[in-house]
Nanobody, 118 residues
Framework: QVQLVESGGGLVQAGGSLRLSCAAS????????MGWYRQAPGKQRELVAS???????NYADFVKGRFTISRDNAKNTVNLQMNTLKPEDTAVYYC????????????WGKGTLVTVSS
Protein backbone atom coordinates (compact mmCIF):
# COMPACT_ATOMS: atom_id res chain seq x y z
CA GLN A 1 0.00 0.00 0.00
CA VAL A 2 0.96 3.61 -0.59
CA GLN A 3 -0.21 6.47 1.59
CA LEU A 4 -0.37 10.00 0.18
CA VAL A 5 -0.75 13.20 2.17
CA GLU A 6 -1.33 16.52 0.40
CA SER A 7 -0.71 19.98 1.80
CA GLY A 8 -0.63 23.56 0.61
CA GLY A 9 -4.18 24.24 -0.47
CA GLY A 10 -6.06 27.34 0.56
CA LEU A 11 -7.73 30.54 -0.56
CA VAL A 12 -5.97 32.86 -2.99
CA GLN A 13 -6.99 35.77 -5.19
CA ALA A 14 -7.01 35.47 -8.95
CA GLY A 15 -3.52 35.99 -10.31
CA GLY A 16 -1.92 34.64 -7.17
CA SER A 17 0.16 31.54 -6.54
CA LEU A 18 0.03 28.42 -4.41
CA ARG A 19 2.35 25.46 -4.01
CA LEU A 20 0.92 22.02 -3.35
CA SER A 21 3.02 19.26 -1.86
CA CYS A 22 2.41 15.55 -1.54
CA ALA A 23 4.36 13.11 0.59
CA ALA A 24 4.20 9.43 -0.28
CA SER A 25 4.94 6.69 2.21
CA UNK A 26 4.64 2.95 2.38
CA UNK A 27 5.50 0.67 -0.49
CA UNK A 28 6.58 3.36 -2.96
CA UNK A 29 8.47 2.23 -6.03
CA UNK A 30 10.94 4.60 -7.63
CA UNK A 31 9.49 3.72 -11.03
CA UNK A 32 5.99 4.89 -10.08
CA UNK A 33 4.59 7.88 -11.93
CA MET A 34 3.25 10.68 -9.75
CA GLY A 35 0.78 13.39 -10.53
CA TRP A 36 -1.99 15.77 -9.59
CA TYR A 37 -5.64 15.59 -10.51
CA ARG A 38 -8.46 17.93 -9.62
CA GLN A 39 -12.20 17.78 -9.25
CA ALA A 40 -14.43 20.82 -9.28
CA PRO A 41 -17.99 20.69 -7.92
CA GLY A 42 -20.27 18.85 -10.32
CA LYS A 43 -17.41 17.85 -12.60
CA GLN A 44 -15.36 14.74 -13.16
CA ARG A 45 -11.87 14.34 -11.83
CA GLU A 46 -9.31 15.42 -14.41
CA LEU A 47 -5.57 15.23 -14.86
CA VAL A 48 -3.65 18.41 -14.09
CA ALA A 49 -0.07 17.24 -14.46
CA SER A 50 2.03 14.11 -14.15
CA UNK A 51 5.70 13.25 -13.92
CA UNK A 52 7.54 10.00 -14.45
CA UNK A 53 10.42 8.68 -12.39
CA UNK A 54 12.70 10.05 -15.10
CA UNK A 55 11.10 13.49 -14.72
CA UNK A 56 9.21 13.48 -18.00
CA UNK A 57 6.25 15.77 -17.48
CA ASN A 58 2.79 16.01 -18.95
CA TYR A 59 0.39 18.91 -18.47
CA ALA A 60 -3.24 19.49 -19.22
CA ASP A 61 -3.67 22.25 -21.79
CA PHE A 62 -5.52 24.45 -19.32
CA VAL A 63 -2.45 24.72 -17.01
CA LYS A 64 0.40 24.82 -19.52
CA GLY A 65 2.63 27.79 -18.85
CA ARG A 66 1.11 28.40 -15.42
CA PHE A 67 1.72 25.23 -13.37
CA THR A 68 4.95 23.30 -12.82
CA ILE A 69 5.19 19.79 -11.44
CA SER A 70 8.34 18.43 -9.81
CA ARG A 71 9.33 15.43 -7.75
CA ASP A 72 12.04 14.35 -5.36
CA ASN A 73 12.59 10.63 -5.73
CA ALA A 74 14.77 10.41 -2.64
CA LYS A 75 12.04 11.95 -0.47
CA ASN A 76 9.07 10.45 -2.35
CA THR A 77 7.47 13.83 -2.76
CA VAL A 78 5.74 15.56 -5.64
CA ASN A 79 5.00 19.27 -5.80
CA LEU A 80 2.78 21.45 -7.93
CA GLN A 81 3.67 25.12 -8.27
CA MET A 82 0.58 26.98 -9.42
CA ASN A 83 0.97 30.52 -10.75
CA THR A 84 -1.44 32.97 -12.31
CA LEU A 85 -4.37 31.18 -10.72
CA LYS A 86 -7.84 31.67 -12.14
CA PRO A 87 -11.25 31.24 -10.50
CA GLU A 88 -11.81 28.20 -12.74
CA ASP A 89 -8.84 26.52 -11.03
CA THR A 90 -10.99 26.20 -7.92
CA ALA A 91 -11.21 22.50 -7.07
CA VAL A 92 -10.08 19.75 -4.76
CA TYR A 93 -6.61 18.70 -5.86
CA TYR A 94 -5.61 15.08 -5.44
CA CYS A 95 -2.16 13.57 -5.39
CA UNK A 96 -1.80 10.38 -7.42
CA UNK A 97 0.72 7.58 -7.68
CA UNK A 98 0.34 5.31 -10.67
CA UNK A 99 1.98 1.92 -10.78
CA UNK A 100 2.14 0.32 -14.19
CA UNK A 101 2.65 -3.42 -14.23
CA UNK A 102 0.54 -6.41 -15.25
CA UNK A 103 -2.29 -4.20 -14.08
CA UNK A 104 -2.39 -0.47 -13.43
CA UNK A 105 -2.80 0.50 -9.79
CA UNK A 106 -3.70 4.03 -8.75
CA UNK A 107 -3.20 5.38 -5.25
CA TRP A 108 -4.92 8.60 -4.14
CA GLY A 109 -4.57 11.14 -1.42
CA LYS A 110 -7.60 12.60 0.35
CA GLY A 111 -7.26 15.88 -1.51
CA THR A 112 -6.63 19.51 -0.66
CA LEU A 113 -9.01 22.33 -1.50
CA VAL A 114 -7.84 25.23 -3.64
CA THR A 115 -10.17 28.21 -3.87
CA VAL A 116 -9.41 31.09 -6.20
CA SER A 117 -11.48 34.22 -5.68
CA SER A 118 -12.16 36.73 -8.43
Amino acid sequence: QVQLVESGGGLVQAGGSLRLSCAASGNVFSADAMGWYRQAPGKQRELVASITSGSTTNYADFVKGRFTISRDNAKNTVNLQMNTLKPEDTAVYYCNVRRIGPIVINYWGKGTLVTVSS
